[in-house]
C-alpha cells in the first residue's frame, strides 16, 4: 500500500470530531499524486456525503466545467476539502472540525508536493491563506508560502447562487492557468 492509500485508510476510519456520527461516508480527495495542482474547497455536501467524491453534486459539475476551460479535469489535478465528512444541513465546519481534521489535508499535501493550491472559496482561504481573507476583494491574488503558490476562486455553490460573479471567476482561472505555465505545472507542459 502506498502512502497515500496508508492516510485514505486512517481518514477512513477518523472518528476524532462529532461528524463521524452523522456522516455516511468520508469524503478524502481524488486525483493523481503527486499533483501540482490542487483544489481545496470546504467540505462533503449531500451528493457527496452519499458517493464518498468530492464536488459530484451541483456545485460539483459547474467545478468541472470551469476546470474544462483551462485544460484541467480530474484525472490531472487533485480534489479534496477542509473537511472529509459533511456537517449537516450544509453548514460551515466549525473551528473545532476544521482543527481535527486539518491533519489529513497536511499530510495530503506533502505527499501530492503541488506547486499550486486553489481554495475554492472563503472557508478554505481562511483556514490555507490567512484567518482574514477577504474572498470578494482577495480572490484571484497570488500569494506564496512554503514555497506554495496559494490563490482563492468563489466557490462553485456561490457562483450558481451569484452568476454575476462568474466574468470574475473566468479572468481568475486564466491567471490560474498562466501561474501554472509560469511554474512549470506538468499539466501544462507540451511534450
Ligand atoms: N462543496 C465543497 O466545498 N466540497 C465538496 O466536495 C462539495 C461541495
Not at 456545485?59 to 479534496?80: P, T, V
Not at 473545532?96 to 481534521?101: F, G, L, P, W
Not at 489529513?104 to 506533502?110: D, G, K, Y
Request: hydrophobic residues 35%; glycine residues 8%; proline residues 6%.
Amino acid at each position: 500500500m502506498d502512502k497515500m492509500d496508508a492516510l485514505r485508510e486512517k481518514c477512513l476510519s477518523c472518528r476524532s470530531c462529532p461528524l463521524a456520527a452523522t456522516r455516511t461516508k468520508v469524503v478524502f480527495g481524488v486525483g493523481p499524486a503527486p499533483s501540482d495542482i490542487v483544489f481545496v474547497g470546504e467540505g462533503p455536501g449531500q451528493q457527496e456525503d452519499l458517493t464518498g467524491e468530492p464536488f459530484v453534486g451541483a456545485a460539483g459539475r459547474l467545478l468541472d466545467d470551469m476546470l474544462s476551460i483551462i485544460d484541467l479535469g480530474r484525472q490531472n489535478c487533485y480534489i479534496c476539502n477542509i473537511v472529509k465528512c459533511r456537517p449537516p444541513q450544509n453548514r460551515d465546519p466549525m473551528p473545532e472540525e476544521q482543527d481535527a481534521c486539518i491533519g489529513f489535508l497536511q499530510e495530503q499535501l506533502a505527499l501530492l508536493q503541488p506547486k499550486i493550491v486553489v481554495c475554492l472559496g472563503r472557508i478554505a482561504a481562511m483556514r490555507l491563506i490567512r484567518e482574514d481573507f477577504r474572498i470578494t476583494r482577495e480572490h484571484g491574488q497570488w500569494t506564496q508560502k512554503d514555497g506554495i503558490w496559494y490563490s482563492a476562486l468563489y466557490h462553485p455553490s456561490a457562483l450558481l447562487r451569484d452568476v454575476s460573479k462568474r466574468p470574475e471567476t473566468f479572468a481568475d482561472l486564466l491567471s490560474l492557468r498562466s501561474k501554472a505555465r509560469e511554474v512549470g505545472c506538468i499539466e501544462y507542459k507540451t511534450e
